[in-house]
Nanobody, 114 residues
Framework: QVQLVESGGGVVQAGGSLRLSCTAS????????LAWFRQSPTSDRQWVAR???????HYTDSVKDRFIISRDNAKRTLTLQMNNLKPEDSGVYYC????????WGQGTQVTVSS
């Protein structure tokens, strides 16, 4: 079964940038839609950016124009470039397919200080 490993989180000041990576242990091309999810103490795990093979990328309004999602099926990776970070972007970030077919990874913590 495919396993996911997220990395790239950290502590950054507001206005800064981070680049998150998700590496899969097996092929990801079988999953049409992949996404980045965020979970925080004040909100349930929800997707913030998703990418589908034919449709392209979609973002929630809160991250639109600041985050960029990309995927590389050959390298089995999903990436999230996060720019102009805000404190409300803080949380644990996970990657997975939509619908969720893959066991959740451990996530990567992002903390944005004001």
């Amino acid at each position: 079964q495919v396993q996911l490993v997220e990395s790239g989180g950290g502590v950054v000041q507001a206005g800064g940038s981070l680049r998150l990576s998700c590496t899969a242990s097996g092929p990801i091309n079988r999953y049409n839609t992949l996404a980045w999810f965020r979970q925080s103490p004040t909100s349930d795990r929800q997707w913030v950016a998703r990418i589908a093979a034919a449709v392209g990328a979609h973002y929630t309004d809160s991250v639109k124009d600041r985050f960029i999602i990309s995927r590389d099926n050959a390298k089995r990776t999903l990436t999230l470039q996060m720019n102009n970070l805000k404190p409300e972007d803080s949380g644990v970030y996970y990657c997975n397919s939509i619908p969720q077919y893959i066991p959740w990874g451990q996530g990567t913590q992002v903390t944005v200080s004001s």
